[in-house]
């Protein structure tokens, strides 16, 4: 079992939809928590943390559930600009980083 | 402030080669890492460093070593240049305080490697 695994994806959307992410991690000894974006051909970019009471920021959501080891990501009202690939990232014990494979978002006009 | 930069944006080796890639940071973060991603696939940490003078292992440092003399800079060698290294390489720093706690990495733009 890989240490962090998303949904394969692709996710092809329509403009306006809710589409939802999930990650799950093996390490219940996991601290921290983060969801990145990255753009075609570029560096990786924080799309925000998240923690265990879930937290919001605009039209994206996360959640933490410890008990059953998964994150997830909700994403409101898609917009074409949302298009990327949303990589799960886990922190565990002895600051070890884990980047999860990736999920490809495609919004459609 | 310039973030984190990374030289050379690309670079093409022949087998058996060397070369050093080369990762500065103006934040005066603590932590820098280096990562490398193959097509279609997540980061994978090969070293990082918590602060000048300390480096350790991460999950794929063979054929790979580290130095980091300063806090801005992290280079990244590579001895004998092979193939299965073709990969973009990324260098990433952050800022941890003592007490631990969430920290935010940021990424250079990364290092396209293609060895032939």
């Known amino acids: 079992r890989k240490e962090v695994e998303q949904d394969p994806g692709p996710f092809n959307v329509p403009e306006g939809a809710t589409v939802a992410f999930n990650c799950t991690y093996s390490?219940?000894?996991?601290?921290?928590f983060f969801w990145y974006r990255q753009d075609c051909r570029k560096e990786p970019k924080l799309l925000m943390s998240?923690?265990?009471s879930g937290n919001e920021d605009g039209r994206f959501t996360a959640q933490l559930n410890r008990a059953s080891q998964y994150i997830s990501l909700l994403i409101r009202d898609s917009k074409l600009s949302d298009s990327a690939t949303y990589l799960c990232?886990?922190?565990?014990?002895?600051?070890?980083?884990?980047f999860g494979a990736g999920t490809r978002l495609f919004v459609k006009a | 402030n310039a973030g984190v930069t990374q030289t050379p944006k690309f670079r093409i080796l022949k087998i058996g080669q060397s070369m050093t890639l080369q990762c500065t940071q103006d934040?005066?973060?603590?932590?820098m890492y280096w990562y490398r991603q193959d097509p279609g696939m997540g980061l994978k940490l090969i070293y990082y460093?918590?602060?000048?003078?300390?480096?350790d292992k991460g999950e794929v440092p063979n054929g790979y070593n580290v130095s980091r003399s300063t806090t801005e800079d992290f280079p990244l060698r590579l001895e004998l240049a092979a193939p299965s290294q073709t990969s973009v390489y990324f260098c990433?720093?952050?800022?941890?305080?003592?007490?631990?706690?969430?920290?935010?990495?940021?990424f250079g733009p990364g290092t396209r490697l293609l060895v032939l």
């Open positions: 390490n219940s000894a996991s601290q921290s």
């Open positions: 990232v886990v922190i565990g014990g002895g600051f070890k980083t884990i």
């Open positions: 460093s918590v602060g000048a003078g300390i480096t």
């Open positions: 934040m005066n973060h603590n932590y």
């Open positions: 998240v923690y265990s």
């Open positions: 990433a720093s952050s800022y941890l305080e003592s007490g631990g706690g969430q920290e935010t990495q940021y």
